[in-house]
């Protein structure tokens, strides 16, 4: 029988990405770095496809070169939960989190860059009230273009792990999600205890 650790569904993923797309690339000879990603969902909110850029003094330009596969690793919420938080100094302590890991094939595409860079723009900047614009960099824009290029990840195979009190007590729940500071992992283990929680 699954773990309750292991069921999720696309959506999870999809939210997991878009809230939290800083992510570990890892090449297959090892070379790893942290690239904002943004993922790419069909009509059935399955994740198909990662969009970013890395400049190209990264060294994973030279690992891609070759051998395309990589992992891609995203963290979402985490954190230590004291018993403290439990209300029960006889219960053990655990962290909380959530994460996936996602097995890709890495496409190097120059023609790709501008549109990799806006679709990150235009994610990030959305919360703002006046979002930036490339515009404003005026002539530096096209000068900082040839330092780097865009890149597309075919997803293979996607999996995650949401730890997030699914386990506990509705009791223990409760008492972890009415003490614990961390909001975020708050809103997640709300989440994924949908009918064993009391209303906030």
Same mark, same amino acid.
Do not use: C
């Given at each position: ?30 070379? #790893? ?9 069909? #009509? ?8 970013? +850029? ?16 990589? @992992? ?21 302590? @655990? ?7 996602? @097995? =890709? ?48 990840? +075919?997803?293979?195979? =996607? ?15 409760? +008492? ?25």
């Amino acid at each position: 029988m699954a773990s309750p650790f292991e069921q999720y569904d696309d959506g999870d993923i999809r939210s997991l990405i878009e809230e939290y797309p800083l992510a570990w690339v890892v090449a297959a000879d090892g070379e #790893a770095s942290q690239l904002p990603l943004i993922g790419i969902f069909d #009509a059935n909110n399955r994740l198909t496809e990662l969009i970013g +850029h890395y400049a190209l003094t990264n060294p994973l330009g030279a690992s891609f070169a070759a051998d395309t596969r990589a @992992t891609l690793l995203f963290s979402g919420p985490n954190d230590y939960v004291s018993p403290e938080h439990a209300g029960n100094r006889q219960w053990g302590p @655990t962290w909380n989190y959530a994460n996936a890991r996602i @097995t =890709v094939d890495i496409s190097v595409e120059p023609e790709l860059t501008e549109a990799a860079l806006q679709l990150l723009i235009n994610k990030v900047e959305a919360k703002f009230a006046q979002p930036w614009s490339v515009d404003e960099l005026g002539d530096r824009y096209q000068a900082m273009l040839p330092r780097i290029v865009g890149f597309r990840a +075919h997803v293979k195979q =996607v999996v995650g792990r949401f730890k997030l009190g699914q386990d506990e007590t509705p009791e223990t729940l409760n +008492h972890i999600l009415a003490n614990i500071p961390n909001a975020e992992l708050v809103d997640w283990m709300r989440r994924f205890n949908q009918g064993r929680v009391e209303e906030a």
